[in-house]
């Protein structure tokens, strides 16, 4: 969660209380209107606190119009309910909750066969908050069997992660935490992920893992994690060094089993020891829930699962947080329960249809250039064409506010930094329609775009912010 600091201006700020607000004699609460940043003295009528602040979250963006977000923006309406029926369950009390618990045991086991764990039954996973949490988990248990592996070396040694330098900021937060050497692989050229190659040469004997992303934020594309564990293949067979793969599959992983079946990137590759997944994302569920497995047993350190007891029944739990509402994973069953693989199949085809098709209208004005075209994960990035001089992403991205569009523009990182783009992601219940409504806008800025002697958009770091 963000840090947030407390208000700078010494005189309060307090609520206006509108007189239509509230009970028949609304006088009261209008006379000691609520302060913004400490509690009121007095309790007020449950319509006016309701009303306050319904009113002030009218300011935000529209969330089925945020084309930044990962997140899952719309679910069926008996989703909802059943999340509502849940919301005052505790997801860690699966001796009071048996049956919520069950579901998340099913969900475990559909992930597992869904990502051809050798043996279904014997796969160990668990559900999380969402993928930060789920990557965190996977990154101790790689250090833990590291660490295991080099008793007689650690803890002087180093440990250190190798991933490419587009990975998820969770990845940097783990190796900050955890004490772990964050080693990327920069990007080169046209390539704007991991190079397998070169994350080899990385690795040595205190490489507790690498991390291969199936769909990478930056521009939506697959790293090659079949090409990823055959270079650490080799490199076992030249150096000895036996360093396993995590997938962080955060969107790709309910993607790609439903439409590319044929790519080869989950537990069929011996050397993947765990792979995580954001049941939000195209999971399609609303936040927050994640997804953690490892391939058997072998590959969770039983060290690392605390056993409690705790309201009567001995839980074995592997998490970073211990309460939380277990609303999101009886959503996440619902779904699997709903759509089955022929639904997602045909909810991510869908996805995919209309982000290749806006990816090429976009292509089609003539002002800007591909970086991906949506046909990997449903997200597609482009940048400016090279003759284009009177604006740039940011002021695309600027426009597009105007019109309820929230469409991200950000600089890539270190070896790319020249390279600033527009990100599009096509989440279910961004339908066609919708799409043809941004290309329409789109086009209706150009002709102002192209009439400004210059870029326009002066603090680049505040136009817009990058989101995962």
């Known amino acids: ?148 592996r080099n008793a007689d070396r650690y803890p002087g040694a180093r440990p250190n992660l190798v991933m490419g330098v587009n990975v998820q900021v969770c990845w940097e937060k783990f190796c900050n935490f955890w004490e772990v050497e964050a080693r990327l692989v920069p990007m080169e050229g046209e390539r704007f992920h991991l190079d397998p190659q070169a994350a080899a040469e990385l690795c040595d004997e205190n490489t507790i893992g690498v991390v291969g992303i199936l769909g990478s934020t930056f521009d939506g594309s697959y790293e090659p994690i079949a090409d990823l564990c055959a270079a650490l293949d080799a490199l076992q067979e030249r150096t000895g060094h036996d360093v396993p793969v995590h997938v962080d599959g955060a969107s790709g992983a309910m993607v790609a089993p439903f439409l590319d079946e044929d790519l080869v990137w989950d537990f069929r590759l011996p050397r993947v020891a765990s792979i995580n997944t954001s049941g939000h994302k195209y999971g399609l569920v609303y936040p927050g829930v994640g997804w953690a497995l490892w391939r058997d047993a072998e590959a969770l350190p039983e060290e690392l699962v605390f056993r409690v007891n705790y309201l009567g029944g001995d839980m074995p739990t592997f998490a970073l947080n211990f309460s939380r509402p277990g609303a999101q994973v009886v959503a996440q069953y619902y779904t699997f329960l709903r759509l089955g693989r022929d639904g997602y199949r045909a909810v991510q085809q869908a996805a995919r249809d209309v982000a290749t098709g806006l990816a090429g209208r976009v292509e089609a004005l003539g002002d800007f250039r591909l970086l991906t075209r949506g046909d990997e994960l449903p997200v597609f990035a482009f940048t400016t064409a090279p003759d284009v001089k009177a604006y740039d992403v940011f002021d695309v991205s600027r426009r597009l506010r105007e019109h309820g569009w929230l469409v991200p523009a950000y600089t890539f990182p270190e070896n790319r930094q020249d390279l600033s783009v527009l990100r599009v992601v096509c989440r279910n219940g961004f339908s066609a329609d ?35």
């Open 1 to 148: 969660m963000p840090l947030h600091e407390g208000p700078r201006r010494a005189a309060e700020s307090r609520l206006s209380v509108n007189p239509f607000y509230g009970p028949a004699n609304p006088l009261g609460d209008m006379a000691e209107a609520p302060p913004t940043h400490r509690l009121p003295g007095q309790p007020i009528a449950p319509a006016t606190a309701h009303q306050l602040v319904r009113d002030e979250l009218m300011l935000d963006g529209n969330a089925r119009l945020n084309l930044a977000t990962f997140v899952t923006t719309w679910m069926e309406p008996e989703a909802g309910l059943l999340m509502a029926e849940c919301r005052d369950k505790n997801m860690i009390d699966k001796d009071e909750y048996p049956r919520t618990a069950e579901l998340e045991r099913r969900c475990v086991a559909m992930l597992a066969d869904l990502w051809n764990a050798p043996d279904p039954s014997t796969a160990v996973g668990c559900s999380t908050t969402g993928s930060s949490e789920a990557c965190m988990l996977a990154g101790m248990a790689l250090k833990r069997r590291w660490a295991k």
């Open 434 to 468: 919708l799409a043809d409504l941004l290309a329409q806008d789109l086009e209706r800025l150009l002709p102002d775009l192209r009439r400004q002697p210059r870029p326009l958009t002066e603090d680049r770091g505040a136009a817009t912010s990058f989101h995962h």
